[in-house]
């Protein structure tokens, strides 16, 4: 059965059946001796009362008297002399004494003989009167009792195995229902339906499950959203330098074209190819650092040297505007082990930025700070500054806070660096505001064993 429903269903049945089977089968067996016992001393009472009856009552009345007892006490009994036998009721012939056992009878008068066969129970013994000896044989059928036990236990099994069947069914369909819904749900989500919810209170399983379920709808609807907006991104990226590499090529194909113009439609034909080039290599090379098996490549360096020649690289830029850069550099040297390459490469996307997107005369300031377990870059200029909605967004692909895209740039460049950044297990927070300028801070991890190592470095140089 493949239904969960069915399997809840069977496995009850099969667990109450087995049950009762396990505790019917001992209550009987506990019953069946119980009730034998008793009947074994009521057969005992029974014949001590029949015994004192036939000392006591006149022998002219004591056939009447034995008969109404039998009748009224729904018990047989046989009394036996050496040279009669009488019997009072339906005795059971199967039960007979046999001669060996009546010759014990006589011969101990303290033996009981007692038999039981199915529900018929039978007690002997011997007993004295006027000098003879006597043997009374008195049984009793039991099965009523049994049968009234038996029909109530029945009846009781009824009346379980109903309501529990009851209860089971309502507590099953609160069970499955939510995981009905849920099954719906997924199917709903393999269809591409991410808006798909399912609605279930409470703190069991199932609850944690549904909430589960809903987070990850949640998750891949906004990986939905992302991937959309990344193609669109892409698009737009992609198709603005194509259709003006386009345009001015078709222009270019015309003979009589001065030279002059020539050169500049040129000229802007390799500023989009470049631009395609950079965003491609941009695209790549995003993919990579996302991917799982990427390793960097640790090495130990002195971060200073590493942000004097960043800087060095960024000069003719901030030249072309009039952008001082200020170094603030702290007064020891400081070693650190990163993948150089790639952290150069956060220096220079976030100088860069800092550059284009501060006006002429501005002034562009690096400071590092050093604490005890971790290192701070921070670069801030005199730019135009961020909106808050744009910090929210602003290591996001291909955000812009600049929609008409009048700085150059493609928006990948600070998700590369967020992501080297995290890679490092380091963080990168901004600071700005509209028209009063940007901070980047980063912070790195940072080891005191490096510091050792500086200061064993300026010890010798002191020496030399």
Known sequence: ????????????????????????????????????????????????????????????????VLGGYAKTSEVNFLIEHEKESVGYGNMYNSLKLTNDEKSKLYNYPEIVVYKNQSSIKQLSKSFVMNNQKYIITIQKDSGNRESIFLNSAVIALFCILSAGSVMFLVLADIIVKPISRLNKATNELSKGNYRVRVNYSGNDEIATLNRSFNQMAQQLAKTEEIRQQFISDVSHEFQTPLTAIQGFATILKNEQLPDEQRQKYADIILFHSKRLSTLSKNMLQLTLLEGEDLKLNKTEFSLVEQLIRVISTQDPLALKKDIEIEFNRPKNDIFIEADEARLEQVWINLLNNAIKYTNEHGVVTVTVKRGTKEVEVSIADTGVGMSKEAISHIFERFYRQD????????????????????????TIDVESREEAGSVFSVKLPYERNFLGKFNNLTKKEEKG
């Open 1 to 64: 059965m493949k239904s969960i429903y069915g399997k809840l269903i069977i496995g009850f049945l099969v667990s109450i059946v087995f049950s009762f089977s396990v505790a019917g089968y001992f209550t009987i067996r506990k019953n069946s001796s119980e009730l034998s016992q008793l009947t074994y001393e009521e057969l005992n009472n029974s014949s001590d009362y029949v015994i004192n009856l036939m000392k006591i009552v006149d022998s002219s009345d004591l056939s009447s």
């Open 403 to 426: 929609k008409s895209r009048n700085v150059e740039g493609n928006g990948l460049g600070l998700s590369i660096v967020k992501r080297i950044v995290d890679l490092h297990l380091g």
